[in-house]
């Protein structure tokens, strides 16, 4: 004789995961995350890096062009009012500012959100010419990680011309 449906007795059937199971999961996460993780964290110092190397690129630009637009001589000089900022008179850790040279009014002011090293190559403020001239040959910027282990730099260097480029490390080749 044939059971009915409705009188059958069925085996419960397993649903989800054993202990082991998940704990050889959550082992193999460990273990692929402990590889990710440092190659992660050197890429957002790197982004660091470049972002405030960008952005001092782009305001030594709108330097130039506020210096032809005014006619007059412009002033680049260094905050001082950030946690991880040095004495160094060459420190420009905390961000910048531009003013007008002769009568000190402050057009544009930076500051840095992150805690970079940012050294600039002489003590003294830098100076745009009313005609858009930027210091002076071998003036150079260096940008780099506090981290020492991670050793990411990049450079911004002025060339005779004026003219603003970067490069990888911490020289101007």
């Known amino acids: 004789m044939q059971p009915l449906g409705f009188f059958t007795t069925q085996t419960p059937s397993s649903q989800g995961f054993t202990l082991v199971e998940l704990l050889v999961c959550l082992a193999l996460l460990g273990v692929i995350s402990s590889f990710a993780i440092p190659g992660w964290l050197r890429l957002q110092e790197r982004s660091r890096v470049e972002a405030a190397r960008d952005q001092l690129m782009n305001d030594l630009q709108t330097a130039r062009v506020r210096a032809l ?21 060459n420190d420009w850790s905390c961000g910048w500012q531009l003013s007008t040279k002769t009568a000190p009014t402050v057009l544009h002011t ?55 480029r970067w490069q990888s490390g911490e020289s101007c080749s």
């Not at 637009?69 to 008179?89: F, I, P, V, Y």
């Not at 002489?122 to 745009?128: F, Q, T």
């Not at 990680?145 to 005779?160: D, G, K, M, V, Y």
């Open 110 to 164: 930076s500051q840095l959100q992150t805690p970079l090293q940012v050294t600039f190559a002489k003590s003294d403020p830098l100076d745009i010419s009313q005609r858009g001239d930027l210091g002076t040959v071998g003036d150079r910027w260096v940008i780099k990680s506090r981290q020492t282990t991670l050793n990411i730099a990049n450079t911004l260097c002025l060339s005779s011309a004026s003219r603003l």
């Open 69 to 89: 637009q005014r006619g007059e001589a412009l002033q680049l000089t260094r905050l001082r009012d950030c946690t991880w900022a040095s004495s160094a008179d």
